[in-house]
């Protein structure tokens, strides 16, 4: 299938706070000619599932953890070139969300770099573990996320985008990382989630949210920003394939993505 190779116009600049570590950040997106690399000091990491470090509450590059959210960005607005330079071991976590790095990539400017071939998903890509499921199919960009957890609220909340690139801006990019109320204390036990705060991530209690949602199934909507974030991975641009998961995280997502990226390329 032919693509447009897309980067961005002129250099742009996110300051925060990393989501989990908390620790100042300075992350500026560079245009490029071809491919996404992450620069942290002298290393440079191509984003690609084999070269995923670490999978436990986000998704880690080389040094660089939580990359999950502008991946997704970039998927979302099919940009398949850029450097991505941060001055700490983690992407500034912003409001929780890919909406900020949305709107400041769109409000830059991108630019078109002529067409480039990726070769049609041969094969299925299917990852069942237990309950966890991903499916990946050559298609047009119909992708489903179903967040499970059986009889504790919210239950079972299920996200469909039927054109997943035309759906991304408005109805994916807004919705937040979330946490069960219950998780807290084991989230700070651990020295996680430290540059969150109510604004930048959705509560669920065991009744409703504690803070208010941008979504009635914000946290559907958000498991499908993750998914998309980490099957960027594969090299595939999202409009070219379809793609059904239930219940999956970081790991299975990031194990997909390596499927998909054999299914294509062997």
Do not use: C
Request: glycine share 10%.
């Amino acid at each position: 299938m032919t693509f447009t190779r897309r980067t961005i116009t002129n250099p742009i600049q996110f300051e925060g706070k990393g989501l989990h570590t908390g620790v100042p950040v300075k992350m500026t997106l560079h245009p490029a000619e071809a491919g996404v690399f992450f620069r942290f000091g002298t290393e440079r990491t191509e984003a690609k599932a084999e070269n995923v470090t670490d999978t436990t509450r986000s998704t880690k590059l080389g040094s660089v953890g939580t990359v999950e959210h502008i991946l997704s960005a970039l998927a979302g607005l099919e940009i398949s070139a850029l450097e991505i330079e941060v001055d700490a071991p983690e992407v500034p976590g912003m409001d929780g969300s890919s909406e900020p790095f949305v709107k400041e990539i769109l409000n830059g400017g991108l630019k078109d770099l002529g067409e480039y071939e990726v070769p049609d998903l041969y094969q299925r890509a299917f990852l069942q573990e237990d309950l966890i499921k991903i499916a990946a199919a050559k298609g047009h960009g119909h992708w489903r996320y179903t967040y499970d957890l059986g009889a504790r609220w919210p239950n079972v909340q299920t996200f469909e985008a039927l054109n997943v690139v035309d759906d991304y801006i408005a109805q994916i990019a807004p919705s937040r990382t979330f946490a069960l109320s219950e998780e807290i204390p084991m989230l700070i036990q651990h020295g996680l989630g430290q540059g969150l705060d109510e604004d930048s991530a959705l509560i669920l209690g065991f009744e409703g949210y504690r803070n208010e949602p941008r979504f009635e199934d914000e946290p559907a909507r958000h498991k499908l920003l993750d998914l998309i974030g980490d099957l960027f991975l594969s090299g595939v641009p999202i409009r070219a394939l379809d793609v059904v998961a239930e219940r999956s995280g970081h790991r299975a997502n990031v194990k997909a993505a390596a499927l998909i990226a054999k299914g294509v390329w062997g």
